[in-house]
């Protein structure tokens, strides 16, 4: 087992926190998956070798992945199956002709994810307060951006907690930041909010027009 890099997770792998770990792991199972579902894998024709070598690559990672407690790596993956099933027909075959088997699985994803809110609840809370203080700072310069995030996260802070308004729980989670936790928002408080708009945007299209050319 590879040693932790932060002094208070367990499970880091080579990053400095389980975070980044768990999206690492989420993008990896979404691709094995895709190539799994692609290749139709899951056919009694197929390689038997690249069924087994697959198989055992989606297991591990999918029981990897909750020892990272990582709520936006299961909110990524499960973006990424709902993608893979609109895209993909022998999936949505698949969904419709066992949609109490699908109902039971969605219900287990559910609860896994509000188990995990709950168990890191204080970690939680501290994101909340992230990106309220950000959107702060996105106010003060909406359209151009303030080129560094914490001199700009800082100042929105210290603004907010200047106001007396804040409770005692956002007190406590308040610490040292240097991220957002949301890409959105750190571009739009780093380059200003049609910069995130338009990457948006390009976003959403690419997803379009991937969807167009896999149904045609």
């Given amino acids: 087992v590879a040693q932790s890099h932060h002094a208070v997770f367990r499970l880091t ?17 979404a691709v094995t998956i895709a190539y799994f579902i692609k290749h139709q894998l899951y056919k009694s ?12 690559a989606i297991l591990l990672i999918s029981v990897v992945l909750p020892a990272t407690f990582s709520r936006t790596a299961w ?32 219900l287990m994803a559910f609860v896994l994810i509000v188990s ?15 990106w309220k203080i950000s959107a702060i700072a996105i106010a003060e310069k909406p359209l151009t951006g303030h080129s560094n995030f914490e001199v700009a996260y800082r100042d929105a802070s210290e603004k907010y907690f200047s106001q007396k ?30 910069t995130a708009l338009l990457l948006v945007v390009l976003l959403v299209t690419a997803f379009l027009i991937a969807i167009k050319q896999n149904r045609h």
Avoid: M
């Fill in 116 to 130: 995990v809110f709950v168990k890191k609840s204080v970690s939680a809370s501290g994101r909340f307060l992230v």
């Fill in 165 to 194: 308004n804040w409770s005692e729980s956002e007190f406590w989670a308040a610490d040292y930041v240097d991220n957002s936790f949301n890409e959105y928002l750190f571009i739009a408080i780093k380059y200003g909010i049609p």
């Fill in 13 to 29: 792998g080579t990053f400095y926190n389980p975070g980044p770990l768990g999206g690492y792991l989420a993008a990896c199972d």
């Fill in 45 to 56: 024709d197929a390689k038997p070798i690249s069924k087994c070598f697959l198989g055992t």
């Fill in 75 to 106: 909110i990524a993956l499960i973006a990424a199956l709902i993608y893979i099933a609109l895209i993909c027909d022998d999936v949505r075959n698949f969904i419709n002709k066992n949609k109490r088997k699908v109902l039971i699985i969605c």
